[in-house]
């Protein structure tokens, strides 16, 4: 058991001694070959498309998480496609413009996190594009987009008639509270029922007052009606988000080492085959 073990460590100082004294020998190529690949990535960080990620919150008391994903799943499917000309006129951009779109997504904006009924309106869009001149052509696009969806605009009229008739109704009763105010006021409604009423007057007053603040809420609702509102529009950035220095030098440098570690095992299979044929007799298999 000893002696099995001893031999294992021979048999890796071997190895290790074998391996130091390949790395010796081919020396100057892995230190030129990590080089140029180094290079090579350092170049490819400096002159392939920058990519930048901007994003933009909006809000919709119209769009589902779920519909929303769906609508945005088809535009990412048109870029994959390179179908421009759809993208563009989806977006109102032309077709370079929308070719420098490389993704676009929308999620919830709390997506990791409990969500009150009332965050759930709340939606990011993220982008990821070349040319960042275009953020404020594209933003106003996007909103087009969802605007000009039937469904959506199906559901914002729908909304809009449910308030203008909620309004309505409101205006009418505020108008008939008015008249019994008055009626109170002139004392016509007392000599009416003489005195058989038993009631405190200024419930009228408050009464009205909460109509009117009622009334007022849904008249700023039915005025941001729209599908989709910009709460934070995009920004351009500086760093762009890819090609990544740091990954481009490490991947560059580890193609050179495999590149580097090809020559040596191809130059080793060739001394074997050089030794093979001047010694036939040591390589024969013997039988």
Known sequence: ?????????????????????????????????????????????????????????????????????????????????????????????????????????????????????????????????????????LQTGLINYFQQNDFVKLRVDSKKKMYQQIISKINEEIKSLESFKKDIGDGSFFNRTKGDVMFDPTEVNSKIVGLTQEREALEEKLALINSVEVVEGFTEFEKPIWPKKSVSLAAGATLGLFLVGIMIAFKSIRKLVRFAEAHPSQTTPKG
């Open 1 to 137: 058991m000893e002696k099995q073990v001893n031999n294992d460590e021979i048999d890796l100082v071997e190895l290790l001694v074998k391996t130091v004294l390949l790395i010796k020998r081919n020396l100057i190529q892995i230190i030129v070959f990590f080089s140029v690949g180094t290079g090579l990535g350092y170049a490819y960080a400096s002159l392939a498309p920058k990519v930048y990620e901007s994003k933009m919150l909006v809000s919709s008391e119209i769009l589902t998480e779920s519909y929303s994903e769906r609508l945005f799943e088809n535009l990412q499917n048109l870029i994959k496609e390179e179908n421009y000309n759809s993208v563009s006129s989806a977006l109102g951009l032309n077709n370079d413009e929308a070719g420098a779109i490389s993704k676009i997504k929308i999620e919830s904006a709390l997506k990791d996190k409990p969500q009150k009924e009332d965050e759930k309106k709340f939606f990011l869009i993220t982008v990821e594009l070349t040319d960042q001149s275009i953020l404020p052509k």
